[in-house]
């Protein structure tokens, strides 16, 4: 290749380095700002899925919204060609500060506001236009600093992008997440595509600018920088009010794990709430009446060796190990900071009675689908304590395959209990779940029970559950009942018994056999035929209108 110093600016020789040193600099600014456009995308995405939920939906609309935008950036990115260079310091600034403030401004929405779809597709639409206007600007650059065969110039530029990518998509989960969080992560990288365009720009084509172009550069880098880092100053700041804004005043504890973000609310152990990225899994006020209901109707029979999947917060532990008849309880639950906070905090301990000062309990950190696939071991009880299967995450967890395992692994006679969403609300989701314990080979007995006290005595409250896979929202309405399927192997409808209570069962604070009966009946009476299961290659859960 033969290097020629002709430039749309009048050549190379305004240029302060030699063509190819001019050449290698702008592909390694095309290799930072690809790498920081794929972390802005990564951090919307990750972001409306613990804000929204359902992951899949959330990457789907982030991905096709920033594509399209990106066509449409790329069109418009014709009329600033003839004025590449400031035109390309302009647009790297405000999709650093768009896109550095992006998770900021998206978390705000929802922790004030208590919507975040529609920040979100702006967002996406916003970095889309930006990021599609860079290539066609960086085109005009390289082939002004060093021009070449067009082919060639594209397969520099486009390597450098996709390497940029990789790398930025690598860093986002290993170093940006577990280091600086999302909301920091977001700001720094914000900074580092500032100071990446800001540098090309103003040193390597600072003689293609005029003094005011360049006056205006440097005020609108700095002042994006200026901005970006006085946010990352106060992030600490703003987390502590956008939690008071989402859990109230009374969050004692906010960590986030590997896994998820875990909070516990409350002073005590009669006020305590414990989210899991966000939602709402244990209510002191009535959790009692939710694991009542999961785990007494499959104790009747043999109970032996108990598994719990799922439920590190002890709670289904501390129901099972109330029958002394119990010589072993395995709970496998994915997140080991839940299971140390189950043990160590104050008010969680003493609401799961000290289970895991229980000798008969044993803890295993794992993914249960995982876990099950290596476990040799035959139990009398499976209790599936898992989130819902709305959750996408979640779904495998729900899928006929893993109630194929579970059917390996019970025992004679064995039951295995699922929490399978709210009939009443969701009943799409509850009856794919049923159809999908039968494809894993189990003869099913649903049943409801109410989310809220019946009776003459009772108060008329929801749970504090949210029986739902995402955040209620103000405008929704509350869960109206918890759905349970009571399973057993056999190929009669006789192979696993009515729900009912065991002979001796502990005394119990809101079940009964009358409401079990009642909530067999409730349960059938909301059947829907024709449910197909679901599989990990075809799965099926999704919310109901």
């Known amino acids: 290749m033969i290097d020629q110093q002709v430039s749309l600016r009048g050549g190379a020789a305004r240029l302060p380095v030699r063509p190819r040193t001019g050449r290698f600099l702008v592909l390694a600014a095309v290799f930072v700002c690809a790498a920081c456009g794929l972390v802005y995308e990564l951090e919307l995405v990750a972001l409306a899925s613990y804000l929204i939920g359902d992951s899949v939906t959330q990457a789907s609309v982030v991905l096709s919204v920033m594509v399209f935008a990106m066509g449409i950036g790329s069109l418009l990115a014709k009329r600033l060609r003839c004025h590449a260079a400031v035109g390309f310091g302009l647009i790297e600034a405000a999709l650093a500060l768009i896109g550095g403030s992006s998770a900021l401004v998206l978390y705000a929405s929802f922790a004030w506001l208590g919507e975040s779809r529609y920040a979100l597709v702006g967002f996406s639409l916003a970095i889309g236009v930006l990021i599609g206007a860079e290539i066609p600007l960086l085109m005009t650059l390289i082939q002004s600093v060093d021009r070449q065969e067009e082919g060639e110039a594209v397969a520099d ?94 969050v004692r504890v906010a960590v986030q794990t590997g896994v998820q973000e875990v909070v516990l609310t409350g002073t005590d152990r009669d006020s305590l709430g414990l989210y899991l990225d966000g939602r709402l899994r244990v209510s002191a006020r009535d959790e009692h009446r939710y694991h009542e209901a999961l785990v007494h109707p499959a104790m009747n029979g043999p109970r032996a060796r108990v598994l719990v999947l799922g ?115 969701r009943p799409r989701t509850f009856w794919t779940v049923e159809a999908s314990v039968r494809a894993g080979g189990l003869v099913t007995r649903p049943y409801r029970i109410p989310a809220r006290p019946s009776g003459p005595t009772a108060l008329d409250r929801p749970s504090g559950f949210t029986a739902s896979p995402d955040r209620l929202g103000s405008a929704d309405r509350p869960p109206e009942d918890w759905g349970f399927l009571l399973a057993g192997a056999g190929a009669r409808a006789g192979a696993v018994a009515e729900p009912g209570l065991a002979a001796g069962a502990p005394a119990l604070r809101s079940l009964g056999e009358w409401e079990l009966r009642e909530g067999a009946r409730a349960a059938d009476g909301l059947r829907l035929p024709g449910q197909a299961p679901s599989t990990l290659i075809h799965p099926r859960y999704w919310e109901d209108a």
Do not use: C
């Not at 360049?214 to 970006?228: D, G, K, P, Q």
């Not at 439920?311 to 299971?339: K, N």
């Not at 043990?343 to 876990?371: H, I, K, M």
């Open 157 to 250: 530029l486009f390597a450098a992008d996709y390497v940029g990518a990789l790398v930025g998509g690598l860093a986002f989960p290993f170093l940006l997440l577990p280091m600086l969080g999302q909301l920091t992560g977001a700001l720094f990288t914000g900074v580092v595509n500032a100071v990446a365009g800001g540098a090309l720009v103003l040193w390597v084509f600072r003689r293609d600018l005029t003094p005011r172009s360049r006056r205006l550069l440097v005020l609108v880098n700095l002042s994006v920088i200026a901005v970006l880092a006085t946010a990352t100053f106060l992030v600490d700041d703003f987390e502590r009010a956008a939690r008071r804004a989402v859990y109230g005043d009374q």
């Open 311 to 425: 439920g590190g917060d002890g709670l289904a532990a501390r129901e099972v190990l109330r029958y002394g008849d119990v010589r072993s309880v395995t709970v496998v639950e994915i997140d080991p900071a839940v299971t140390r906070l189950a043990r160590t905090d104050p008010a969680l301990s003493e609401l799961n009675g000290q289970a895991y000062r229980d000798p008969r309990l044993t803890a295993v950190g794992a993914d249960a689908f995982t876990w099950l696939r290596a476990d040799r071991h035959r139990y009398d009880v499976v209790i599936s304590d898992l989130p819902d299967p709305g959750i996408t995450a979640s779904t495998k967890l729900y899928s006929a395959e893993f109630y194929g395992l579970i059917a390996e692994a019970l025992a004679p006679r064995g039951r295995l209990v699922v929490h399978a969403g709210p009939p009443g609300v």
